[in-house]
């Protein structure tokens, strides 16, 4: 018997003299359904180890290679109605590769769009990138970063924040700005996963990506509801 597994999907070769060792008498079909079993739940561990093996970076890689699949169109309650797209350069800052200062072929490369292909070709690698002193300031954007696509779920009756930066104290240019909340504020444990949407010359851009443990971002903003639609690009 041979159990082989390529590109998900398991295939199994059986031949009554196989080296089981097994005769051909009434008790084969049951021992070799038993061996059978045994070997699929071993390949199958393997395979889920490797799985959460798999380098952080090519997970965000993964994701982000969806969203690019989509031209993201969102109806504003005010009547604002604009539709953006995830460009290879966007994925730079929503990742924070900014924020690794002490490696500047990272924070500022001379080409974000070859940054990008760098990365989805594994030649930087989490290993590499956990060097940094400040990874742990994007270790939590990295980890969470398909949050992303619950945050753009398509529906009616979505938050949308018309963002107000004079109202905190902010670096971040954006106009608009989705998000998803995680936990309960009366529990003390309630994690915004926001993504900003910046905007230029009349065209929109997801500008970044943020993970906050607190509401900083919510008070005092206006709250505003909208539509998102998925188009095919």
């Not at 965000?60 to 690019?68: D, N, Q």
């Not at 998000?179 to 309960?184: A, C, I, L, S």
């Amino acid at each position: 018997m041979l159990v082989c597994c390529r590109g998900g999907t398991i295939r199994v070769v059986w031949s009554p003299s196989s080296n089981l060792g097994l005769s051909e008498d009434k008790n084969t079909h049951q021992l070799t359904q038993i061996a059978l079993t045994k070997h699929v739940r071993a390949i199958l561990l393997s395979e889920r180890i490797e799985i959460e093996k798999m380098d952080v970076l090519q997970e965000t890689i993964a994701v982000y290679e969806r969203l690019r699949k989509k031209r993201y169109r969102i109806i504003v309650e005010t009547g604002e109605d604009f539709t953006f797209v995830f460009q290879p350069a966007n994925y730079h800052h929503l990742a924070g590769f900014q924020h690794l200062t002490d490696f500047q072929n990272i924070s500022s490369p001379k080409s974000k769009d070859q940054f990008y292909g760098l990365v989805k070709r594994q030649h930087l690698q989490e290993e590499y990138v956990q060097e940094s002193s400040h990874y742990n300031e994007i270790s939590e954007r990295l980890n969470t970063f398909s949050y992303l696509e619950d945050i753009l779920a398509e529906g009616d009756g979505k938050i949308i924040v018309e963002y107000d930066r004079s109202k905190l104290s902010s670096e971040i240019e954006a106009k608009y700005y989705l998000y998803k909340r995680v936990g309960r504020a009366f529990d003390g444990e309630v994690t915004y996963h926001i993504l900003f949407i910046g905007s230029m010359n009349e065209r929109f851009f997801p500008a970044t990506y943020i993970v906050e443990h607190s509401n900083i971002y919510i008070r005092e903003q206006e709250l505003r509801t909208c539509q998102i639609i998925h188009q095919e690009k």
